[in-house]
């Protein structure tokens, strides 16, 4: 008796994925209401705080900060992960027990 025919498995790993034309992140970055914006007058490319690091709300700003990783803008993508990352880096502490949770 021949072994019955098995599909082969698909993940969906290799599919093509649509990517939001427009996030949440780059609705507010568009509209200017991040307390970043980018700064190449060094001559490189960084980011600007507009205030304090130390007084922004984390945990609110860097859920929006990380949606803002699959933006199809490369411009928006930087300043996504660069403003990621210092907010991770200066505020390391005090993200922490937000994670336990």
């Known amino acids: ?3 019955p025919s098995v599909a082969p498995p698909v993940a969906g790993g ?6 939001p034309s427009s996030s949440a992140f780059g609705e507010a970055l568009d ?5 970043v914006r980018a700064d190449s007058s060094r001559g490189t490319h960084g980011i600007e705080w507009l205030r304090p690091i130390e007084s ?3 945990a609110v700003l860097l859920p929006l900060l990380l949606s803002g990783l699959l933006e199809d803008s490369a411009h928006r993508r930087f300043v996504a ?3 990621s990352l210092e907010l991770i880096t200066a505020r390391a502490l005090s993200l922490l027990p937000a994670a336990a949770e």
């Open 14 to 19: 290799l599919l093509p994925v649509a990517l």
């Open 81 to 83: 992960v660069q403003t």
């Open 56 to 58: 922004v709300d984390a």
């Open 31 to 35: 509209a200017a209401s991040l307390p």
């Open 1 to 3: 008796k021949p072994p």
